[in-house]
Nanobody, 119 residues
Framework: QVQLVESGGGLVQAGGSLRLSCAAS????????MGWFRQAPGKEREFVAA????????YYADSVKGRFTISLERAENTLYLQMNSLKSEDTAVYYC????????????WGQGTQVTVSS
């Protein structure tokens, strides 16, 4: 059974930093994509960043480019999202997600972790 467990959310002032973690288990993730999504109150879930497991190619939403960094610790099966220069509009529940294969849709989701940025 695949499990994705996020941690690291919390309350931070605007301009501050947080690092989210996602511990993945239950299968091998070779050839998969791992990603972060977020959902703010009253809004649809949106893509934040993704990384290819094998090669490490990264992809970012325009709204977070230059501020957020996605990374993998393959030996630990852990995905990270380093968030710097946080803004109030980054406030949301952040979800970790994974695909079965690189070109597949996201099949696996974590339970989410709350990030609140105070202005």
């Amino acid at each position: 059974q695949v499990q994705l467990v996020e941690s690291g959310g919390g309350l931070v002032q605007a301009g501050g930093s947080l690092r989210l973690s996602c511990a993945a288990s239950g299968r091998t993730f070779n050839n998969a994509r791992m990603g972060w999504f977020r959902q703010a109150p009253g809004k649809e879930r949106e893509f934040v960043a993704a990384i290819s497991w094998n090669i490490g190619n990264t992809y970012y939403a325009d709204s977070v480019k230059g501020r957020f960094t996605i990374s993998l610790e393959r030996a630990e099966n852990t995905l990270y999202l380093q968030m710097n220069s946080l803004k109030s509009e980054d406030t949301a529940v952040y979800y970790c997600a994974a695909t079965r294969r690189f070109s597949s849709p996201y099949d696996y989701w974590g339970q989410g972790t709350q990030v609140t940025v105070s202005s």
